[in-house]
């Protein structure tokens, strides 16, 4: 689980290698019924919003930490934002809501 084992950057995506965010919770809730909701430190940041930028899916070897698609852009699944995020070590998980019950992952206490 990521809460024992840390995020696992994917190898490949739309903004290539990394770990996904997204400021959009329904985004988030496409792709389960658990959401975390994170703090992420994302250093320096590439804007991509054009499926034909250069820099689409090697951001990091150009010495960016994170790139990010912009909300309604016109080019993504249901117009969200997203980041994709090189390091793992840069994203700290804050709470965790399972089916819309929030809780702070180190007291198990609600969110408000």
Known sequence: SILANGFKPSTVGLLGAGVYVSADVDKAKCHGLTVLTVEVT???S???DSINDPLLR???A???DSAWIPA???W???GYTETCVADPGRIRVVSMSV???MRDIFTAD???
């Open 42 to 44: 994302p250093g320096k």
């Open 62 to 64: 150009h010495g960016y």
């Open 72 to 74: 309604g852009c016109g």
């Open 58 to 60: 090697c951001w990091a």
């Open 76 to 78: 993504t699944l249901a």
């Open 46 to 48: 590439l804007m991509i």
């Open 110 to 112: 609600a969110v408000q």
């Open 99 to 101: 089916q819309g019950d």
